[in-house]
């Protein structure tokens, strides 16, 4: 089964600052999507950033981007000029299309990184 | 605009009773899911549907149930058989194995 891994339970940054979210994945397929959700308090999921797996060059939205190393199953989020509006809880999830491997359709999250803006 | 909307936004149940969350989604997704959050802990899948009438379970699916009668909806009904239903329940939507989840806003429910 494949898992992801944050093990940066919070973070704390300076606005206008840039912070690095940390996520680690296993698993043994070949293609895959990962991706960077963040949560408000709100708590309604927003989508940062995708990236494909067969892709090598790294994803970028904005002052958003992701460091994807493949070979290490690494893909952290890069925030620049951090933002009050930044503050959420960040999750990185995993997913493989149509169950591929026999696994279910559908996300595999990390348990989250709470971002903290300092102003 | 189009978009996915849950109902209600709190719920609160007896222990013993079952309950039903609503999904309804405007977006002409093929796939739905539904997840359930707990404190400090990620998103956990209970069950999806790639088509109608059909769904499928998820990592968590004992103590739920779900049904796919239009493409519009996927409600999930939380039973007397689910150990621990309090939480926060999201649905998401998908246009195809390649793209991205959208969400609704969730709903929590409260069992006491």
């Known amino acids: 089964a494949q898992t992801v891994t944050q093990s940066q339970p919070e973070m704390s940054v300076q606005e206008a600052e840039t912070v690095t979210l940390s996520c680690t994945y296993d698993?043994?397929?070949?293609?895959?999507?990962l991706f960077w959700y963040k949560q408000p308090p709100s708590r309604q999921m927003i989508l940062v950033i995708r990236q494909e797996a067969y892709k090598q060059q790294n994803a970028t939205e904005n002052r958003f981007s992701v460091n994807f190393q493949k070979a290490a199953k690494s893909f952290s989020l890069k925030i620049s000029d951090s933002q009050l509006g930044d503050a959420a809880m960040y999750f990185c999830a995993y997913r493989t299309p149509l169950g591929a491997g026999g696994g279910a359709d559908g996300l595999t999250f990390g348990k989250g990184t709470h971002l903290i803006i300092q102003p | 605009d189009g978009g996915i909307t849950q109902s209600p936004k709190y719920l609160f149940r007896k222990e013993g009773q079952n309950v039903t969350l609503s999904c309804e989604q405007n977006?002409?997704?093929?796939?739905m899911y539904w997840y359930r959050q707990d404190p400090g802990q990620g998103l956990r899948l209970i069950y999806y549907s790639q088509i109608v009438n059909d769904f499928q379970k998820g990592d968590i699916a004992e103590g739920y149930s779900v049904s796919r009668e239009k493409k519009e909806s996927f409600p999930l009904t939380v039973t007397s058989a689910q150990k621990n239903p309090t939480a926060f329940y999201l649905c998401a939507s998908s246009s195809g194995p390649w793209s991205e989840q959208f969400f609704g806003p969730g709903t929590r429910l409260t069992v006491l």
């Open positions: 698993t043994s397929e070949s293609d895959y999507y």
């Open positions: 977006l002409n997704h093929d796939a």
